[in-house]
């Protein structure tokens, strides 16, 4: 079965910068469109980035131009790279599938202080 494990969430002040990873275990990582989503407690989980398994992107409004997504396939490895934080960015981040398919993962948490 396959596994997905965030990482590289932390406290950071607003302006900041993390880069999140998401490894997962399986062979299939190659062929997957896959995503990185964000939930607070008690609200319903989004979608903030996609990639498609040829490297398309896609974005959620909120986060356009400030966050970036990529993946190494090599590595079955997906990245995160988050720019000019705002508060509103607070969120235990999560990756899966583009429509999260995959058993979820811990999680990792991202505070952005103001």
């Known amino acids: 079965q396959v596994q997905l494990v965030e990482s590289g969430g932390g406290l950071v002040q607003a302006g900041g910068s993390l880069r999140l990873s998401c490894a997962t275990s399986g062979s299939i990582f190659s062929t997957k469109a896959m995503g990185w989503y964000r939930q607070a407690p008690g609200n319903k989980r989004e979608l903030v980035a996609a990639?498609?398994?040829?490297?398309?992107?896609d974005y959620a409004d909120s986060v356009k131009g400030r966050f970036t997504i990529s993946r190494d396939n090599a590595k079955n490895t997906m990245y995160l790279q988050m720019n000019s934080l705002k508060p509103e960015d607070t969120y235990v981040y999560y990756c899966?599938?583009?429509?999260?398919?995959?058993?979820w993962g811990q999680g990792t948490q991202v505070t952005v202080a103001s």
């Open positions: 990639i498609t398994s040829g490297g398309s992107t």
């Open positions: 899966n599938t583009r429509y999260g398919k995959l058993p």
